[in-house]
């Protein structure tokens, strides 16, 4: 028999920056909000002083932020053909597991998508012809546009307190800044980071070459700063413990640092910790979900009834719960029709690895997101015609701090892996050897998808999400392109030995940790056919769900997702709040 | 059942739900500090599994003008500990059924805990040692103790069910963790692998260093904890 809690205006599933900044917009309108959370109450300062937070074996190595493949795995296998295996061990699925989610321990990237990526089909097809399409590609625009998106984008980088230059502001190029940018209306709330050794030798090298890089824009303050909700960061001290860690300076950005102290101010909000939403309820008529069922520590079941239903786990975990919750038509694969767990797709890295004679990288000093970028070979941003593909990547170099333990097989080719011969290389290397690289864009394609695995289940036993997907044709092409881009940029920046390096050149495997940007499964878009959410992330089938994450992304962008993710929800808030609870229904006519 | 006893216990552990409303739910002084290893004998491993292991820790991790070796930096005693802990329970890992070989881009699908798989390991080798040569691998000279590395770093040493390949990445993975991890865990005895690399350890500051572009700079590094076993 199911506990049953009081009835909340809304029921947030998973506390990371969706969840947050969905509460953030939902109670400061008034609403009772609940958010139910599977991890642990984290908080800045308490969690990661620096007597806790420079540790590399708990944090890095261990994965101790991130949710245990035990507690939820997902199967796996490259094509449909195979029998899908549960990932066991600790894999480039990241998922976050504690209150601030993925945004507690992520690098601090903090990027706006271009205009191309959330059309990429209208666009294509205007400039190349459908036939720049390889077969079974899934190329849909998202039914939301840079422009729509613009003012979400500044809200963002404004509570995370974001440092980077505008390259575009209201279409003016601006000097230093990214000149392939959408045109912005502000700035960023802070100037970009400090500069290292390594971005001023990419940066000499990219010019030597005509390209333009840019500091990436940085969830790390440089300086001191008080963002919008009244939280005070303190200035980042390039410590370099930041992807993976938490921050105990109040210097990255995350839901913890940034919009958590402000909700907890509110009588209207309330987090209910280390319990695990399940599925939501719907009515019988199917048409509307009546709250969540969740379990807690002794396996009691509860419902939170709630008139509103916003999933915001991680991007996986939201289709499963879509999956589990009967809601939408799962895709089939056979038949190519349904669209819950269809338009999957990953992210391209390639590149090259690369080692100096003699230099000084110090690269143990840094932040995570401090890095120099050129986005000449993004997007759409260079002629595609004739090259096969479409897409691109951003290519760059990273001073976000090196850890010994992680960086041990970082050598060049030939060296051996332990003895004298190791040691001596190794500690060449850890100032000498450092990547260049390019992080794609990636389309899906008919054949990767998400559905629910036949065999495995949790410590519930519900049936894990499983993944079947390979890199295809399209990934393989752009990454090739970018891998020769890349050598040549660290051929200009002097490396004595240059290593091409390319994620997408075999078959795809969880254990290459190039990328953890899943993406899409549960998409937005302008047509119910092809997408399970409308340009509101609103489910098409039960009008008060809404999911929110980089599931709802049809392609990726050669970038990090977390400031679009960001957007986005601002936007579903916005629409939520103007919109649905004046007139609850679907907020666009299927 | 054994596998579900364990993916159970491992979950419950770290789930209670409690409901935070209209305060931040910390006391002064309630910091999650970090847990020194213990000091005390062994706690999984067995003293002949010790040996060996120093041994092979001498190997991986010689003594050298750059830093003592990888025995009296501890890495013996932070696997010990890292055995006897979460990481060798595989606490963390996904252990339910069906097993079965998969794909390499699937990856393991082993039904061992790592503390399990060194048991079993250690014993092959002992086996082959004594078979090949009449004695444990820590009696053998270094030579005939390097061939015997690289033929399971190369697959081609023969250890009955025991994959010597998958071994020899676990064992060289955790020596190298024990080598350049924080002294909290046991190893890194002195900071020695940070002086070699010239990495400043724990500390978190270096605002003032930023500037100093492509210089050497020579920090004394910082520990956690200073404990030395």
């Known amino acids: 028999m199911n506990k049953i809690r009081p009835k909340a205006d809304a029921v947030i599933v998973g506390l990371g920056w969706c969840g947050s900044l969905m509460a953030e917009e939902l109670s400061r309108a008034g609403l009772n909000v609940v958010a139910i959370e599977r991890g642990a109450w984290r908080e800045a300062a308490t969690d990661f002083p620096p007597s806790v937070d420079t540790d590399e074996l708990r944090w890095d190595t261990r994965r101790s932020m991130l949710m245990p493949p035990a507690v939820e795995a997902l199967t796996f296998r490259n094509t449909s053909s195979e029998r899908a295996l549960p990932i066991r061990d600790w894999s480039c699925f ?329 040691k001596k290389a190794y500690t060449h290397a850890f100032q000498n050897g450092t990547v260049v690289f390019g992080q794609g864009t990636s389309y899906a394609h008919q054949d990767a998808y998400l559905d629910l695995d036949p065999t495995y289940k949790d410590q519930y036993g519900l049936p894990l999400m499983r993944m079947t997907f390979d890199f295809n044709e399209n990934d393989r092409r752009s990454a090739n392109f970018i891998e020769q881009r890349s050598v040549e940029i660290a051929k200009a920046m002097g490396a004595k030995t240059v290593v091409p390096t390319n994620s997408a050149r075999g078959k795809f495997t969880p254990y290459d940790f190039a990328s953890d940007h899943t993406i899409g499964g549960a998409v937005m878009g302008e ?38 993710i960001g957007a986005l929800t601002l936007w579903t808030a916005r629409a939520i709040i103007e919109q649905y609870l004046k007139q609850p229904g679907p907020l666009v006519k299927s | 059942m054994v596998a579900l006893a364990a993916a159970t216990v491992s979950t419950s552990a770290v789930t209670q739900a409690e409901v935070i409303s209209k305060e931040l739910p910390w006391e002064p002084g309630a910091a999650n500090a970090p847990q020194p290893a213990r000091k005390s004998g062994l706690l999984y491993l067995t003293p002949a599994e010790a040996l060996v292991l120093g041994a092979i820790a001498d190997r991986l991790i010689p003594a050298d003008e750059l830093s003592i070796g990888g025995k009296d930096a501890g890495c013996v005693e932070f696997i010990d500990r890292q055995l006897d802990g979460s990481y060798g329970k595989a606490i963390s890992l996904y252990r339910l059924g069906p097993f079965y070989q998969g794909t390499d881009a699937q990856g393991p699908q082993l039904q061992h805990t790592p503390a399990e798989r060194y048991r079993l390991g250690l014993a092959a080798l002992a086996g082959y040692t ?85 210089q050497k700079l020579v920090f004394m590094p910082t520990s956690m904890v200073d404990n030395s076993l």
């Open chain 1, 527 to 564: 047509d119910p056919k092809t997408s399970v959410l409308n340009r509101y992330q609103q489910s098409w089938d039960v009008h008060n769900v809404f999911v929110s994450g980089a599931s709802s992304f049809p392609n990726n962008a050669g970038y990090n997702p977390t400031a679009t």
């Open chain 1, 94 to 422: 990241e998922f976050g597991y504690n209150v601030g989610g993925a945004g507690t321990h992520w690098a601090g990237m903090a990027w706006r998508f271009t205009p191309f990526d959330f059309q990429p089909a209208t666009m294509t097809k205007a400039r190349y012809g459908q036939q720049q399409l390889v077969d079974g590609l899934i190329v849909q625009d998202w039914g939301v546009t840079y422009a729509d998106l613009e003012p979400y984008y500044d809200r963002f980088e404004k509570i995370a307190g974001i440092s980077g230059i505008a390259g575009n502001l209201d279409g003016k190029l601006v000097e230093g800044g990214n000149p392939y940018e959408g045109p912005r209306k502000n700035d960023y709330p802070l100037p970009p980071l400090k500069t290292t050794r390594l971005t001023d030798i990419f940066e000499k090298g990219a010019k030597s070459l005509g390209l333009k890089p840019f500091m990436v824009p940085a969830a790390q303050t440089s300086g001191a700063y008080t963002n919008p909700l009244g939280v005070k960061m303190g200035p980042c001290t390039y410590c370099g413990y930041c992807l993976y860690y938490g921050c105990g300076n109040w210097s990255k950005g995350s839901p913890n640092a940034c919009v958590i102290p402000a909700l907890m101010t509110r009588d209207n909000f309330s987090v209910i910790t280390n319990a695990t939403v399940i599925k939501a309820n719907l009515a019988d008529d199917g048409k509307t979900a009546t709250g969540v069922t969740y379990v807690d520590k002794d396996g009691q079941q509860w419902e939170q009834p709630a008139g509103i239903v916003v999933f915001s786990a991680f991007q996986a975990q939201n289709v499963r719960l879509l999956l589990l919750s009967k809601i939408g038509q799962p895709y089939d694969h056979a038949k190519k029709e349904g669209v819950v767990g269809r338009a999957y797709c990953f992210q391209t890295v390639s590149g090259a690895s690369i080692f100096f004679e003699d230099e000084q990288l110090n690269q143990y000093m840094g932040a995570g997101a401090l890095s120099q970028q050129v986005d000449d070979y993004n997007g759409d941003n260079f002629d595609h015609k004739g090259l096969g593909f479409i897409g691109g990547a951003g290519i760059l170099v990273v001073s976000r701090g090196s850890r010994p333990i992680g960086n041990t097989d970082f050598l060049p080719p030939g060296t051996p892996r332990w003895g004298s011969d190791w």
């Open chain 2, 130 to 214: 004594h078979k090949q040569h009449g004695k444990p691998f820590d009696a053998l000279d270094a030579a005939t103790q390097d061939k015997i590395l690289v033929a399971m770093e190369t697959n081609t040493l023969a250890l009955g069910p025991v994959d010597g390949k998958a071994l020899f990445e676990l064992v060289l993975q955790n020596v190298r963790e024990g080598f350049l991890s924080d002294p909290l865990y046991g190893g890194n005895k002195g900071m020695a692998s940070w002086k070699m690399l010239g990495f400043p350890g724990a500390r978190y500051d270096f605002r003032d260093h930023m500037d100093k572009k492509g």
